[in-house]
């Protein structure tokens, strides 16, 4: 029972903090051009391959992502931990930066855990892919592969959406979940 405490205090701590920036940036508008990621000055401002997962541009954007941040993470760390879950955020989250900074304009900005929420989007459809999900406003379940493969490219038409972050997060999960469910059944059998 303590362990699913702790683990529920990790998701509501990545929520709080996503928070905290989207208050700070309502209340300081330049802090998205500090904070975000803009692969033209990465070399003068390095923390932003960090601190641009943890800012949002609006109410639904944040909302969307946090929303998707408590159900995919709080059952992946139920799955492999809340430590490996963490690492497979952090690691999607900079790889889906690392896609940005080489696939975007140099001059564009990406804000967003999406890369992030990608990453353990993927690994969970790596383990889980039969998983039933409901995704609004579709009212019957789908399985999860459909609805992570299938939000990420609906996601990839619409302008001002940074495919580049979400596509390099999935990649690292998909490849991690991949890893995570073999170890599963090798210690099943």
């Known amino acids: ?21 989207f208050i700070a940036t309502l209340i300081d508008q330049d802090l998205i051009l500090l904070l975000g990621l803009q692969p033209a000055n990465l070399s003068s401002r390095p923390w932003t391959l960090v601190t641009n997962l943890f800012v949002h541009g609006s109410f639904w954007h944040i909302l969307a992502n946090m929303l998707t941040l408590y159900f995919f993470g709080s059952y992946l760390s139920r799955l492999i ?36 929420i990608f990453a353990l989007g ?48 999935l990649v690292l999960g998909l490849v991690i979940g991949y890893f995570f469910r073999r170890r599963e059944r090798y210690f099943r059998v």
């Not at 029972?1 to 920036?21: D, E, K, Q, S």
């Not at 931990?81 to 990406?110: E, K, Q, T, W």
């Open 1 to 21: 029972m303590a362990y699913r405490r702790f683990h529920l205090t990790v998701v509501w701590l990545l929520i709080g903090i996503n928070l905290l920036f």
């Open 81 to 116: 931990g809340v430590r490996n879950s963490l690492i497979i955020y952090f690691c999607g989250g900079i790889l889906g930066n690392i896609f940005y900074i080489l696939l975007a304009s140099p001059f564009s900005i990406a804000i967003g855990a999406s890369g992030a």
């Open 122 to 169: 993927g690994a969970l459809t790596a383990m889980r892919p039969k998983l039933r999900v409901f995704i609004f406003p579709i009212p019957v379940p789908l399985p999860l592969w459909a609805a992570v493969i299938g939000g990420f490219l609906i996601l990839s038409v619409f302008p001002h959406v940074a495919w580049q972050a979400h596509l390099g997060g």
